[in-house]
């Protein structure tokens, strides 16, 4: 429909009915979707817990708010992401963006960068979720920690070992017999806590050697059957651990050595008349890595933090990229002539070119931060949501997650608006300004 | 041109994808009068005619199995029609907008003690006092207690689920051998020697802060009974009861044990419920003791290679005290309730009180009933009798305590009770801190209503 010539008044009023037809949609799915419920949300959040409205409570649930222990914990943690998100992303994604100018391969690059971004952030949250877990069998970061550490020290082969009566006792992780020894004795060195499958293979039948004098003679095994047998008693059906390193020290600080053979025994023939004190190694016993406790409550929300900009350090590299791309190659070049070093250029022209976009980036970011939801609930396990809550989750949770209280939702939903809004008019204002 | 691109890039930022949250209602139809077909066969019980409508939580092989008990239910009275209807999970929802509407179903299925209480209360719900004397008949006497609200029974609770039960990895218990433990001291004893023996004892979900209430609430029902467990739950008596910190006291004997956790602390507390069923039925074992409900089976049957009976098997919850609450018993209930009163709804509802009901469902398995005489041999395997046939024997019976709590505090994540549980679980000996929190958090979320 081609309007009238302005002036006449017929022709004026088509426009304004043609104008009307086509706004009409968009202010009623608007009115329907975003007004209404803007609305009625604010008004809600002066109410109580259930129902359409529910009984007049006045501010309490803004009180309430700022009260609670685990909103609060929501709103601090909002702050950290506000702190530290855009300004990594920003810059991480104006490195990025820099440097896939000078490389070859930059397509493939680019391409791998911004990928994540083609996934929903929920299927990253659990993708991350599986990457952080503490079990280094299962959580892949946690497995390259345990290749790293088996490298510097090898898990001793019964790392799960304990004494099996208190005449041993553990010290600096070396298992030792308590009272001091003298030549012609038999020791007992039993251990518990020893899977089967993890009893060295060709292990045989323990045997408690005679005792001979001049010599300390002695059996490591596990000294476990069915129904826990007689501790400290070497039992039919009880093996013995053989490789394992005992050592004997006399007075002066000399230490005997001897491995263990099949049926757990070892021998120290030959030993001057004194007293000895016998132990098993610590590096019998050394622990493996066990893995660090990414998703634990105190490193949850840096975890979250890393998967987050993985996400979108994508996204800023491509719309910084194209910020470059259409900057002046002239002023650059310029720059050069002029005898200004790379890092210079850089600093001096590049940067302050790009300002505008860099800003739109971090703008969005802080945005996109203060409303971060789904990597949260994706990610964080059950049992630290609450160290890692953030406000939009916890408006969900207090709302609809259970506790039902939309009320209490409501103010969490109006607060989040109200921090949204001056980033928004800032925004609003360097489009107008942009115009 | 610099400003081009910056407007471009703004302008596709405001496009920022806006959520919106459409509340999904399903609607609910409810037909009444429409006169059945004339059965076969013939007696006084086909005078009794028309047809009862029911909103149920079964779909798929469950909906199946009740359509065999409405078959019985057949046999005897050709003439009623029973139109089941699978609403699924959301019934609740369903029945709120129903009732709303002024048509509800004949009789429905909710899961909920709570909201039956609710319902009953706001005087929706019709009393079942004609089925009276079939139930007494075949249920112990607090199953009529579970469907009364105010004096006047309302629900007949047709399928129960048991809550109180220890599975645990049959190797690992050969290898420690040991056997299943019948008390508490058992248990402990137990778990000591499969320590030595190499397997941790306790396989614990704590992620899920369900299964740590769930843990607590079987202690706190066999050490103190059925009276002192309503009334916890009610909370006319406070979280910071001698009798909470005792339970709270023996329970830290477990999540304290923290050499006999599967993953230690940290391993509990990051484990939610299915890898914490995983790690005690894997092959070699990293644990050996599960506490949970009887569908622990359904998750170690579809993830893990352990078989009934050699691999995995299921056992009451320990005894705590000897007396009436050593089988005490807590259960997640399937409650019928009437909208309507005519004889067809007055029959079906008689009906399923019966034995030959119970046995119509029990027989094809994932069912358990407090229907006494039911005999353990109509379970189809070992693993069901061994977990359902405890609810028929039990005198003493309870809800799962989080379903009649509000749900601020008994049922939202990482708050109210489940959190404070995780909070346990990461420091055992805080006994009276743990009981301050949990008083504290009750008491706000009782004042603030359900």
Redesign the interface.
């Known amino acids: 429909m081609v309007a009238a010539p302005p002036g006449s008044d017929p022709a004026g009023r088509a426009r304004y009915l043609t104008g009307a037809l086509f706004l009409g949609p968009a202010f009623v799915l608007l009115g329907v979707?975003?007004v209404y419920p803007a609305v009625y949300t604010i008004i809600r959040s002066f109410f109580?817990?259930?129902g359409y409205l529910g009984t007049w409570v006045g501010g309490s649930n803004y009180v309430r708010l700022f009260t609670t222990h685990?909103l609060i914990r929501a709103i601090e943690n909002n702050v950290i992401w506000v702190a530290v998100v855009p300004a990594l992303v920003t810059a991480i994604g104006l490195i990025f963006a820099v440097l896939t100018e000078r490389v070859s391969w930059a397509v493939a690059f680019k391409t791998a960068v911004f990928l994540p971004m083609a996934i929903s952030a929920f299927a990253t949250g659990v993708t991350w979720r599986i990457l952080y877990?503490?079990?280094p069998d299962v959580g892949a970061i946690n497995a390259l920690g345990r290749s790293a550490a088996s490298l510097v020290s090898a898990p001793g082969v019964l790392h799960?070992a304990?004494p099996?009566t208190p005449t041993l006792q553990t010290r600096n992780g070396a298992v030792v017999l308590k009272a001091p020894l003298q030549p012609g004795r038999s020791v007992s060195l039993g251990l518990?806590?020893?899977?089967?499958?993890?009893v060295p293979s060709g292990a045989q039948q323990a045997v408690q050697p005679k005792a001979q004098s001049g010599a300390i003679d002695g059996v490591v095994w596990r000294d476990?059957?069915?129904?826990?047998g007689k501790p400290g008693v070497v039992e039919q059906g009880e093996l013995g651990l053989p490789g394992v390193t005992v050592q004997v020290k006399d007075a002066s600080g000399k230490t005997r050595s001897a491995t263990t053979g099949k049926d757990g025994t070892f021998s120290f023939d030959n030993l001057p008349s004194g007293t000895y004190h016998a132990s098993i190694g610590a590096q019998t016993f050394s622990k493996p890595f066990n893995g660090y406790?990414w998703?634990?409550?105190k490193l949850i929300t840096p975890s979250l933090l890393i998967a987050y900009i993985w996400i979108w350090a994508g996204f800023a590299m491509v719309?910084i990229g194209?910020?470059l791309a259409?900057?002046?190659r002239d002023v650059l070049e310029a720059a050069r002539t002029d005898g200004a070093t790379e890092w210079q250029t850089f600093r001096r022209v590049t940067v302050p070119?790009l300002a505008?976009?860099l800003s739109?980036v971090f703008i969005?970011m802080i945005?996109?931060v203060l409303k971060v939801f789904d990597l949260v609930i994706s990610l964080a396990?059950?049992?630290?949501?609450?160290n890692a809550?953030v406000i939009a989750l916890a408006m969900w949770?207090t709302a609809f997650?259970?506790?039902?209280?939309f009320g209490t939702g409501s103010a969490i939903a109006v607060f989040l608006f109200v921090l949204v809004v001056p980033v928004l008019a800032l925004?609003i204002r360097?489009?107008k300004r942009?115009? | 041109?610099?400003?081009?691109?910056?407007?471009g890039?703004?302008?596709a930022?405001?496009v920022?994808p806006?959520a919106?949250l459409a509340a999904g209602c399903g609607g609910s139809s409810s037909s009444s009068g429409t006169t059945a077909t004339t059965g076969g066969s013939s007696g006084s019980n086909s005078d009794v005619k028309g047809s009862v409508t029911f909103d149920g939580i079964w779909t798929g092989a469950e909906a199946q199995s009740f359509a065999k008990v409405i078959a019985a239910f057949n046999e005897q009275y050709p003439n009623v029609k029973i139109k089941y209807k699978p609403v699924g999970n959301n019934v609740p929802t369903v029945l709120a907008t129903a009732i709303a509407g002024g048509h509800p179903p004949d009789m429905a299925d909710i899961a909920q003690p709570g909201l039956v209480k609710q319902l009953a209360q706001q005087g929706k719900l019709k009393p079942i006092t004609y089925a009276k004397s079939a139930i007494a008949a075949n249920f112990a006497p607090v199953w009529q207690q579970l469907g009364t609200v105010d004096g006047t029974l309302y629900a007949l609770v047709f399928k129960a689920a048991n809550k109180s039960l220890l599975w645990y990895n049959v190797p690992a218990f050969?290898?420690?051998?040991?056997t299943a433990p019948k008390t508490w001291d058992n248990l402990l004893a137990d778990a000591k020697?499969l320590?030595?023996?190499?397997?941790p004892a306790y396989s614990i979900g704590?992620?899920?802060?369900w299964t740590l209430t769930d843990l607590f609430e079987n202690i706190y029902l066999r050490t103190y009974g059925q009276a002192k467990y309503e009334q916890l739950s009610d909370h006319t008596i406070k979280w910071t009861d001698p009798s909470v910190k005792n339970a709270l006291t023996m329970m830290g004997k477990i999540l304290g044990d923290t050499g006999n956790l599967v993953?230690g602390t940290?391993?509990a507390?990051?484990n939610?419920f299915n890898d914490s069923v995983t790690n005690a039925f894997s092959d070699?074992p990293k644990g050996a003791i599960v506490f949970e409900g009887d569908f622990v089976a359904g998750v170690i049957l579809s993830s893990t290679k352990a078989k009934p009976k050699t691999g995995f098997n299921a056992a009451p919850f320990p005894a705590v005290k000897p007396g009436p609450n050593a089988n005490a018993v807590e259960i997640g209930g399937d409650l019928f309730v009437t909208f309507r009163d005519t004889p067809a709804i007055e029959a079906f509802v008689k009906f399923l009180a019966t034995a030959d009901a119970a046995k119509a469902w029990a027989k094809l398995g994932g069912f358990g009933t407090g229907n006494k005489n039911v005999p353990a041999s109509i379970y189809p395997d070992a693993i069901t009798r061994a977990t359902e046939a405890p609810i028929g024997k039990a005198t003493s019976v309870v809800f799962d305590m989080s379903d009649e709590q509000p749900?601020?505090f008994g049922?939202?994540?990482?708050?109210?009770e489940?959190?404070i549980f995780?909070d346990f679980?990461?420091n055992p000996s805080n006994v009276n801190g743990i009981a301050q929190k949990l008083e504290t958090a009750a008491a706000a979320a009782y004042k603030?209503?359900k």
Do not use: C, H, Y
Not at chain 1, 401 to 405: L, M, S
Not at chain 2, 2 to 7: F, P
Not at chain 2, 174 to 178: H, I, K, R, S
Not at chain 2, 411 to 416: H, K
């Open positions: 979707w975003m109580g817990r259930t685990t877990q503490q079990d799960t304990l099996s518990t806590g020893i899977p089967p499958q993890d476990f059957k069915p129904g826990g406790s998703l634990g409550p719309v194209a910020g259409a900057m002046p070119l505008p976009v739109v969005t945005i996109n396990p059950e049992s630290t949501q609450a809550n949770r997650g259970g506790a039902n209280d925004n360097r489009f942009d115009v | 041109m610099k400003n081009r691109v910056v407007r890039v703004a302008l930022m405001l920022l806006l919106l050969q290898q420690a051998g040991v020697t320590k030595q023996s190499g397997t704590g992620a899920d802060g993953g940290n391993g507390i990051q939610g070699p749900s601020a049922s939202t994540t990482g708050q109210g489940w959190g995780q679980l990461r603030s209503g």
